[in-house]
C-alpha cells in the first residue's frame, strides 16, 4: 500500500504591522495515514522584531507561549528554512492546517524577509472545510471542544499545541464520516491553498491600496486648468461600491477632476452623491440629511463625456 504520511501546522507571529506576518513559532506535527502522530515540535525562532504588546500584555485570549527572552535567545527563521522547507515539500505528503491562508502567508513572509527562495507548497484550510460542512464559524479551541477533544492539555497559541489540535478535529471528523483523512481532503480539493495564492492575494491587495491612495490624493482638489468644463465647480461623493474597483474608481475620480469637478471622502453641505442603483428610501435620507444630491452613475458619465 502506497502510505503517506500527514503534517498539520501553525504559526505565531511577533507583529503583523505593514501587513507582514514575522513568524516567532512554527509548530508541526507530522502522522501516518491513520493520524497517528510520528514526530512533533514547536520550532521556536527570534523573529528580529518588535513584539505586539497586546501578544505579551496577558490581555484577551490571543498570549505568546512562551516569554519575549526566551524567543530572543532562539535562531532566526533563516536557520530552521531548510528544515522548514523539507518539511513542506518532502513527497508523498499531506500539508493541512486551521485558518492556514494565513499561516502560508506567515511562511511567504519570513522567506521574502530573508531574501530566501518561496517554499513551494499548498496546504488544506480545515477552518474552511468545517465551516462549509457545519454552516458556522468557529475558534479552533471551540470546534476541539466540539469534537470532544480535550483542550484542556494543550495550549491556545502555542503552535505546536494547535496543530496537534488541528489534527484531533480532522481525525475526530474521520470518525465521524466514516472517511478516511485521505478522502476527506481528496474529496475537498476547493480547501487548498497555496503559496503561489496567496502571493497572488497580497499582489492584489498592494495594488488595491496603492490604487486607492491614489484615489484619495485627489479628494478635495479641483484642476487649476481643467480639460472639460462639465462638472466645473461640483463636488461628488462616490458610492462605496463604485469604489469596489479601484480601477475604474480612479478613472472616474480623475475625469470628474479633468472636467472641473472635485471629490470627496465624505461631504456635507453641498455637493452629489454618486450610486450605481437607486440607494433605499433610509439611505437617501441619510445622504440628503447631509445636504447632498443624488445622482445615479450613469448620469454622470452622461455628463464627463
Not at 135 to 164: C, M, P, R, T
Not at 173 to 201: A, D, P, W, Y
Amino acid at each position: 500500500m502506497n502510505h503517506k504520511s500527514f503534517v498539520f501546522f501553525d504559526c505565531e507571529c511577533a507583529n503583523t504591522f505593514d501587513g507582514v506576518g514575522k513568524i516567532c513559532s512554527l509548530g508541526y506535527v507530522i502522522c501516518d495515514d491513520d493520524l497517528n502522530i510520528i514526530e512533533s515540535e514547536d520550532v521556536v525562532m527570534n523573529p528580529e522584531c518588535d513584539f505586539d504588546w497586546y501578544l505579551l500584555s496577558g490581555k484577551g485570549d490571543c498570549k505568546l507561549a512562551y516569554s519575549k527572552d526566551y524567543f530572543r535567545i532562539k535562531p532566526n527563521f533563516e536557520s530552521y528554512y531548510k528544515d522548514i522547507k523539507r518539511l513542506f515539500t518532502t513527497g508523498n505528503r499531506y500539508i493541512a492546517g486551521f485558518a492556514v491562508s494565513n499561516d502560508v502567508g506567515f511562511v511567504n513572509d519570513a522567506c521574502e524577509r530573508y531574501n530566501l527562495p518561496y517554499i513551494q507548497f499548498r496546504a488544506f484550510d480545515l477552518e474552511r472545510y468545517l465551516e462549509k460542512k457545519y454552516e458556522k464559524k468557529q475558534k479552533l479551541v471551540e470546534w476541539a471542544q466540539e469534537f470532544g477533544v480535550n483542550v484542556s492539555k494543550y495550549q491556545s497559541h502555542k503552535s505546536e499545541d494547535d496543530a496537534i489540535m488541528t489534527m484531533l478535529c480532522l481525525k475526530a471528523e474521520c470518525m465521524r464520516t466514516g472517511l478516511s483523512v485521505e478522502q476527506i481532503i481528496s474529496e475537498n480539493k476547493t480547501h487548498f491553498v497555496s503559496n503561489e495564492q496567496i502571493l497572488e492575494q497580497a499582489a492584489e491587495r498592494a495594488y488595491r491600496r496603492e490604487t486607492t491612495e491614489k484615489i484619495k490624493r485627489l479628494y478635495g482638489k479641483t484642476s487649476p486648468m481643467p480639460h472639460f468644463k462639465t462638472v466645473l465647480g461640483e463636488r461628488f461623493e462616490l458610492d462605496s461600491k463604485i469604489l469596489h474597483d479601484v480601477d475604474f474608481a480612479f478613472e472616474l475620480v480623475k475625469k470628474i477632476y479633468d472636467n472641473g469637478g472635485m471629490t470627496g471622502e465624505h461631504l456635507t453641505g453641498r455637493g452629489t452623491a454618486v450610486f450605481i442603483k437607486e440607494p433605499n428610501p433610509e439611505h437617501r435620507k441619510k445622504i440628503e440629511k447631509r445636504g447632498l444630491n443624488i445622482m445615479l452613475l450613469q448620469e454622470l458619465e452622461e455628463k464627463l463625456k
